[in-house]
Nanobody, 129 residues
Framework: EVQLVESGGGLVQAGGSLRLSCAAS????????IGWFRQAPGKEREGVSC???????YYADSVKGRFTISSDNAKNTVYLQMNSLKPEDTAVYYC???????????????????????WGQGTLVTVSS
């Protein structure tokens, strides 16, 4: 069974940090990517960052310089280190898997769920002001 599980969310004050994890199981790809997306109440799900199996990374302008994505292939896990958190970062954070091209397209799409099929259940990040 293909499965992605997010963890690491919580409550943090503005300026603080959190480290999210996305653990993958049940599938193997020669060429793949894992993306992080977030969705606040009443807003569309938006791309945050992604990493491909060759190490290529992408960051949305809103998080560039504050967030860092990385992977540990031996553990089948992707991490999102979030520093200098802002209240606007408050959202449910989801990870998703796909081929690198489709994942990159999803990063810039208003409805990324139309592009990617494999999603985790989400982890809530709340940044207080």
């Amino acid at each position: 069974e293909v499965q992605l599980v997010e963890s690491g969310g919580g409550l943090v004050q503005a300026g603080g940090s959190l480290r999210l994890s996305c653990a993958a199981s049940g599938f193997t790809f020669d060429d793949y990517a894992i993306g992080w997306f977030r969705q606040a109440p009443g807003k569309e799900r938006e791309g945050v960052s992604c990493i491909s199996s060759d190490g290529t990374t992408y960051y949305a302008d809103s998080v560039k310089g504050r967030f860092t994505i990385s992977s540990d292939n031996a553990k089948n896990t992707v991490y999102l280190q979030m520093n200098s958190l802002k209240p606007e970062d408050t959202a449910v954070y989801y990870c998703a898997a796909g081929d690198p091209i489709t994942t990159a397209q999803a990063m810039g799409a208003g409805n990324p769920r139309e592009y990617l099929e494999v999603w985790g259940q989400g982890t809530l990040v709340t940044v207080s002001s």
